[in-house]
């Protein structure tokens, strides 16, 4: 089992066998549908979920009922990693964009692994740092880059999530990851759309054409590219299977 637990998810890949025999006894797979909400704003952290596929958006709710989405994650990442550092409540709702699975894992277990392994400990810490440094960056880009360039980038971090070209996102779903009015993502849609950067289709259905959209996109997809990888190999060693095959950074 420990094995199996250890292919999908890039965090979990990292780990040597005997760590992760610290958590295949609690372990339980789980599959989620589009929309699927993983926790909610201010519920208490019980579980943490290492996707194997799929893709969680991160939403903060406004005083307005405005939602805004702060980040993504998938194969990469944990959802509800902060629960390590102690008892703690949601300070974001975890939706799932795009239909997937995960391994789930009871808190408490995983933070009695973390204090015995000290490759759990460097694993974790380094998927809160790297958040962290995206939150950062997600913040600054929205600050100071155009519309379409920040739509070519949550498409491109979308398309490294997924096995397929065709990405299945509602225009709420962009709204929310862009901060804008839907009309501004139908507008911004039928921009690129009209230059043949992408190809929409009904039922939400969008073909990325992934070069001329890494043409649109701001600096900021490249630069944490690039932050990510360094971090990754500072902290991990050299680049090796599970990198390139688990993180859409690599």
Not at 85 to 90: D, E, T, V
Not at 161 to 176: D, F, G, H, K, M
């Amino acid at each position: 089992m420990a094995l199996q637990i250890g292919l999908g998810n890039r965090l979990l890949a990292a780990l040597p066998p005997a760590d992760l025999n610290l958590l295949e006894p609690h372990v339980q797979k789980i599959a989620f549908e589009s929309d699927a909400v993983l926790v909610r704003t201010g519920d208490e952290l019980k579980h943490v979920y290492f996707p194997l596929s799929g893709v969680v958006a991160f939403l903060v709710e406004m005083a307005d009922g405005h939602i805004v989405a702060s980040t993504l994650m998938g194969s990469e990442g944990a959802v509800g990693a902060l629960s390590i550092l102690g008892p703690s409540h949601s300070p974001v709702t975890a939706t799932a964009y795009m239909a997937g699975a995960a391994f789930q894992i009871p808190v408490p277990r995983l933070q009695q692994a973390f204090e015995q392994s000290g490759a759990i400990k460097r694993v974790l810490r380094l998927h809160l740092r790297t958040q962290l440094l995206q939150l950062q960056n997600v913040a600054a880009c929205n600050a100071v880059h155009p519309v379409e360039c920040r739509m070519a980038r949550w498409l491109l971090e979308i398309h490294d999530r997924v096995a397929s070209s065709e990405i299945r996102l509602t225009q709420e779903a962009l709204a929310q990851l862009l901060g804008v009015r839907r009309t501004t993502v139908s507008l911004t849609m039928r921009k690129l759309r009209g230059i043949g950067y992408i190809i929409a289709e009904r039922r939400g259905a969008l073909e990325v054409h992934r070069a001329q959209i890494e043409n649109v996109a701001c600096e900021c997809y490249g630069v944490m590219r690039q932050r990510i990888k360094r971090m990754d190999e500072e902290e991990l060693g050299s680049p090796n299977v599970w990198h390139r095959q688990y993180s859409p950074f690599g």
